[in-house]
């Protein structure tokens, strides 16, 4: 494939992404925080959900031997990278993809966030050589939960898919979306807002 | 107004969940490989870098990230990330300006406390997910739903990291 034609595919990905991300309002900070700080669930809605479909997806491509990509198990650097991921998630209140969907939106910080984030890779990329012996060696392949236990994709993807549409249905019924959303879609509700109202503070009494 | 009209302010996350998961039929038989965003940051810093450094080429992990269709096909989605929820947000009248009011809840709103937390955010998001070999969208969309094991544990990590995160810098609200 030509680079001008997976460009234009990735465009056209890309957009719908983005515009499922930003309707969604999971590009949101006060929403991507607000699920690091467990009082506000729709990112975890988004992942799952996204996480089941693609394994319904998968599962119907699998049966006509399309080729699946699982990356390499490489436990230490799962753990390590991903605490720091983490940890960079909450601090800047999005994550490598969400960003550009903030950028889109008009948050002027993200810009400052995409700096941080290419720097970060560029300075990962010259220490790449001398971190692969530390965290990158002792590969144990491409373990998937189907091949560890010997059975086939859809045998494991399916129940796991239906686990999953449980479970959101559970958290739905928990904490409805609409609820979670805020007034202005940020993910700030009203109940977040400073504790005037429960906690009446008699010192700084608003004189309106 | 229609539940999925494009001139809504918000869709239910349930279907945006599904969008996004119904975009790995494009990313395996159109460019055989699985969604991610992490790696195209290599790509563009790789590049950007060799502009004064022609030597970060002759690393093998960079080089690797500069060649081919795939690369710039990621680059291409991370921009269109951009201009997709652009168009979105004029649409649905949640065009934002200056940062979110969340920070001035959990944080600060101010640019000398918000941009260096910023800065720092990113910076240690990618290197993470460098690292990791991928982040929420290869690692947690796509790695889950591939059954990797490795992406079951950088997801896990992924999420008690944040949570250690915000219990430690910020303020409940």
Known sequence: MSVVTAILIGLAMGFVFGFALEKSRVFEPGIIVGQMQMRNFIMLKIFLTAVATGLMVLTVLSLYGVKMHPKPTLAMADLVGGMLLGVGITVAGACPGTVLAQIGAGYKDAWITLVGGLLGAMTFSYAEPALKPVLMSASSGKLTLDGLLGAPFWLVAVPLALVLIVSLLALERWRPWRNELGERADGVTSEALPPTESAPDLAHTVHP | ?173
């Open chain 2, 1 to 173: 107004m229609s539940t999925f009209s494009l001139r809504r302010a918000a869709w239910s996350p349930y279907v945006a969940g599904v969008v996004i998961g119904l975009l790995q039929i494009p990313a395996f038989l159109l460019m055989n490989t699985a969604l991610g965003a992490s790696s195209s940051y290599v790509t563009v810093a790789g590049t950007l870098a060799s502009l004064f450094d022609p030597g970060i080429t002759r690393i093998e992990y960079v080089a690797k990230h500069l060649e081919g269709a795939k690369n710039w096909w990621q680059v291409a989605l991370v921009v269109g990330i951009a201009l997709g929820a652009m168009i979105s947000s004029r649409l649905g009248g949640t065009a934002r300006t200056g940062v979110s009011r969340a920070w001035g809840r959990v944080a600060s709103a101010r640019p000398s406390v918000r941009f260096p937390m910023a800065f720092a955010g990113g910076f240690l998001m990618l290197m993470g997910a460098r690292i990791a070999d991928g982040c929420t969208s290869g690692h947690g969309i796509s790695g889950i739903a591939q059954l990797s094991v490795g992406s079951l544990i950088a997801v896990t990590a992924m999420f008690t990291g944040g949570i250690l995160a915000a219990l430690l810098f910020f303020r409940r609200i």
